[in-house]
């Protein structure tokens, strides 16, 4: 992101930290000696910041949200629905949570995962006991991770593969009528999409 | 479009690992993404090899927790930087004290 270093230069800012003092220095004298472009470090930064990470993700489930016709599409066909916003190289599966059913994304063998979408699998979805787990106890690994689902709920296992990669669609929380598409996109997390997390509702000091 | 971001900078693992929340990359500060940017640009650049800064990182880390020192992250990165620029003979240390102090007492203000 260009933006985030503009406020540095400003005189009448607080003071700066030494650290940021020096590295200002290094990048000045790296610039100087032309082995570095300032424009290709902004490009880095912006690229590692957007690109890992649940973004791409975020994005779809936002616009299944507001947008009836596209949720269709993606449910019907997660490969091609995802193409239309530009991410893609993944046979991707999209699951919904409803009311009473909620899905829970695990890959029992291995740690297959929806990079282009969600960044890098976390630790514990590549520990041997989320991967067993998940499937013998889901009702408990979901507590555990601060989901309590009533016995009601009937509770869906996705099991990854190379071929076939699972997204979770999340409900979408109530109380986010008057959220736009890129603010509804913001509250996604990378847990919700894998199941073990439900999306929350902007709290008071967030917005 | 954008350089699409390399697996062997992301996926660093152990006390190397990249600082994330949520999966994503954090950067408290914007002088450590700086400072991230300003590494990979120049391993781009093939100043140097991935793996070298990495080791160098590894080293300065283990370092510093012999040491107790409470460096953050991006400190120990910032001093494994300037060694290994220092050792491939692409900085003087002397010239990144006096342009540090340059931009101190504001005598320079260049906008990165």
Not at chain 1, 126 to 133: G, I, N
Not at chain 1, 177 to 188: C, G, W
Not at chain 2, 70 to 93: C, I, M, N, P, V
Request: charged share 25%.
């Amino acid at each position: 992101m260009s933006g985030t270093h503009d406020d540095h230069a400003h005189h009448h800012r607080e003071p700066e930290s030494i650290l940021s003092l020096r590295v200002r220095a290094l990048e000045s004298l790296l610039v100087e000696k032309k082995l570095v472009a300032s424009e290709a470090v902004d490009r880095i930064v912006g690229a590692y910041e957007q690109d890992i990470g649940p973004h791409n993700g975020a994005k779809v489930v936002a616009r299944a949200w507001v947008d009836p016709g596209y949720r269709e599409r993606l449910l019907a066909d997660g490969t091609a629905a995802i193409e239309e916003l530009g991410f893609g190289g993944v046979d991707l599966q999209v699951v919904e949570n409803i009311p009473g059913v909620h899905n829970l994304v695990v890959c029992t063998l291995c740690s297959c995962y929806p990079h282009a979408l969600i960044g890098l699998p976390p630790v514990w979805y590549k520990s041997f006991e989320y991967r067993s787990r998940a499937v013998r106890e889901p009702r408990v690994v979901l507590r555990e991770f601060g989901v309590d689902l009533p016995e009601s709920t009937e509770i869906r296992i996705w099991d990854s593969s190379a071929e076939l990669r699972y997204l979770v669609l999340p409900e979408r929380p109530a109380g986010t009528e008057r959220l736009s598409e890129a603010e509804l996109a913001t509250l996604v997390t990378r847990d919700s999409m894998i199941g073990v997390a439900v999306v929350q509702p902007p709290t008071a000091a967030a917005r | 479009m954008e350089p699409a971001p390399n697996r062997e900078i992301a996926d660093m693992a152990g006390a190397a690992a990249l600082p994330r929340k949520n999966g994503e990359l954090v950067f408290d500060e914007a002088w450590q993404g700086r400072i991230f940017g300003m590494t990979v640009a120049m391993s781009h650049e093939a100043c140097f090899e991935w793996r070298e800064f990495q080791a160098q990182l590894i080293a300065e880390i283990a370092h510093a927790e012999r040491e107790g020192e409470s460096t953050s992250y991006y400190e120990r990165w910032l001093h494994a930087f300037e060694q290994l620029l220092a050792d491939k003979g692409l900085l003087d240390s002397g010239a990144l004290v006096e342009r540090t102090r340059d931009f101190e007492n504001g005598r320079r203000d260049d906008v990165f």
